[in-house]
């Protein structure tokens, strides 16, 4: 099994920045992709962002296109999500997952698609 952790959650100003982490067990997986989730009080958990691990494929949801960034560290076995410029709306507790022998292009997909979780990191954007 992997053991996944997030971190870097907080609380920040409208229009400032954060840089969550997921740490993971290992990344030598032969195939597989890491994704961002994030569920705020009361809803459903949605996607966010996705990379794949042999083809370098990364997906955004419309919402955070311009805004957040997914990017991956081989060597310390982690994936960072970059979100800049954030907004009211981003509150949330934000988790990571992978899937394993997937793409990216079904991640949207959210609970079908992740094979393991994280116990996610709290976001919350507030004046």
């Known amino acids: 099994q992997v053991h996944l952790v997030e971190s870097g959650g907080g609380l920040v100003q409208p229009g400032g920045s954060l840089r969550l982490s997921c740490a993971a067990s290992?990344?030598?997986?032969?195939?597989?992709?890491i994704g961002w989730f994030r569920q705020a009080p009361g809803k459903e958990r949605e996607a966010v962002s996705c990379i794949s691990s042999r083809y370098g494929m990364t997906e955004y949801v419309d919402s955070v296109k311009g805004r957040f960034t997914i990017s991956r560290d081989n060597a310390k076995n982690t994936v960072y999500l970059q979100m800049n410029s954030l907004k009211s709306e981003d509150t949330a507790v934000y988790y990571c997952?992978?899937?394993?022998?997937?793409?990216?292009?079904?991640?949207?997909?959210?609970?079908?698609?992740?094979?393991?979780w994280g116990q996610g990191t709290q976001v919350t954007v507030s004046s």
């Open positions: 290992e990344w030598t997986l032969d195939n597989y992709a």
């Open positions: 997952a992978v899937s394993i022998g997937t793409l990216c292009q079904y991640y949207t997909g959210v609970y079908s698609w992740g094979d393991y």
